[in-house]
């Protein structure tokens, strides 16, 4: 046990208090927007941009290219997501539907493209220097199309996060963001919620 708490806390050793508390609020946030948006509430895009927002200066101060870059597109993605859902960008309002064949190219489209050009950045700032990195480039793809997903209101962005977070997980206790790693374990539990209560609500909507 002691083995387990040791691994949690080790990485903190030298981190400031000011870094611990804005980890544990980007954290807290992240969860928060989760949550939002297994409900299907617009207040899931400004929860999320204050996570996003924290984690773009925590990835950036330790250096994680693709987690920095990939929270940089998240909040874009919010911001997107927030005008759509607000029903500003269209006349009648964004609702919960199965993704069509478009969809998903622009969902490959996404994903491979975002790949090509993390991996472009890691090679630029000589940054493969583990292999955590290459996990990294696979969770920056799948993230990407899983929040373009999100913003269109498809039932399958679910499924993008299962795999994203099951990966991402072990993964930032690796990195030793441990605050982080739980809320990817979080984040997981809320998925398979969120893809349940999407796809019954558009069994419902077609019975209606």
Do not use: H
């Not at 622009?106 to 950045?121: Q, S």
């Amino acid at each position: 046990m002691q083995e387990i708490i040791d691994f949690f806390l080790q990485p903190y050793a030298e981190a400031t208090t000011l870094d611990i508390i804005l980890e544990i609020t980007a954290a807290l946030f992240g969860v928060l927007s989760v949550l939002f948006a297994k409900r299907g509430n617009i207040l899931v895009f400004p929860t999320g941009i204050i996570s996003t927002g924290i984690y773009i200066y925590i990835t950036y101060v330790v250096g994680y290219i693709g987690d920095f870059t990939i929270n940089i597109y998240y909040t874009a993605m919010s911001v997107y997501g927030w005008v759509l859902w607000s029903n500003i960008a269209q006349e009648d309002q964004l609702k919960i539907s199965w993704s069509e064949t478009k969809d998903w190219l622009w969902t490959i489209g996404i994903f491979l493209f975002t790949m090509a050009f993390v991996i472009g950045v890691y090679i630029y700032f000589d940054k493969f220097e583990d292999w955590t990195n290459y996990f990294d480039v696979l969770t920056t793809g799948l993230a990407f199309g899983s929040m373009w997903l999100m913003a269109k209101k498809k039932v399958e962005n679910w499924l993008g996060w299962i795999i994203t977070n099951i990966i991402s997980a072990p993964l930032y206790f690796a990195k030793g963001l441990g605050f982080t790693g739980i809320q990817f374990i979080i984040f997981l539990i809320l998925a398979v919620q969120g893809y349940q209560l999407w796809k019954n609500a558009v069994g419902k909507s077609k019975v209606a």
